[in-house]
C-alpha cells in the first residue's frame, strides 16, 4: 500500500515562497512518476506539475516559471517550490503517485493573500 503524507502549506502573502513536501511509503517511489495537483474551490482538480523517475518535468502554463517540481529519491520525497504566489495559487494541493494506478495524498491547504 502507497501512502502520501504532505507538508508545507499555510498562509502567505502574495509574492511569498512555499515549498512543499511529499513522503511516500515503499520502495517504489524510484520507478513512480509524482507530481502535485491542486483544487480551488468551486473549481476542478488540476496538475500544477509532475516529475518522471527519468526526471522529466511538466508544468501547467500558469506555473511556469514561479514553481519548481524536484525528487529525492534517497528520502523518498518529492517537492514542489513555489516562489512569486498569486492569491489565484490558494488552493488545496494533493500528492500524486502513479505506480500501476493512482494513488492520492490527503491535501495540503495553500493560501496566498495579504
Known amino acids: 500500500q502507497v501512502q502520501l503524507v504532505e507538508s508545507g502549506g499555510g498562509l502567505v502573502q502574495p509574492g511569498g515562497s512555499l515549498r512543499l513536501s511529499c513522503a511516500a511509503s515503499?520502495?517504489?517511489?524510484?520507478?513512480?512518476?509524482m507530481g502535485w495537483y491542486r483544487q480551488a474551490p468551486g473549481k476542478q482538480r488540476e496538475l500544477v506539475a509532475s516529475?518522471?523517475?527519468?526526471?522529466?518535468?511538466n508544468y501547467a502554463d500558469s506555473v511556469k516559471g514561479r514553481f519548481s517540481i524536484a525528487r529525492d529519491n534517497a528520502k523518498n520525497t518529492a517537492y514542489l517550490q513555489m516562489n512569486s504566489l498569486k492569491p489565484e495559487d490558494t488552493a488545496v494541493y494533493y500528492c500524486?503517485?502513479?505506480?500501476?494506478?493512482?494513488?492520492w495524498g490527503k491535501g495540503t491547504l495553500v493560501t496566498v493573500s495579504s
Open positions: 516529475i518522471r523517475s527519468s526526471g522529466y518535468t
Open positions: 500524486w503517485c502513479f505506480w500501476g494506478m493512482d494513488y
Open positions: 515503499g520502495t517504489i517511489f524510484r520507478d513512480s512518476r
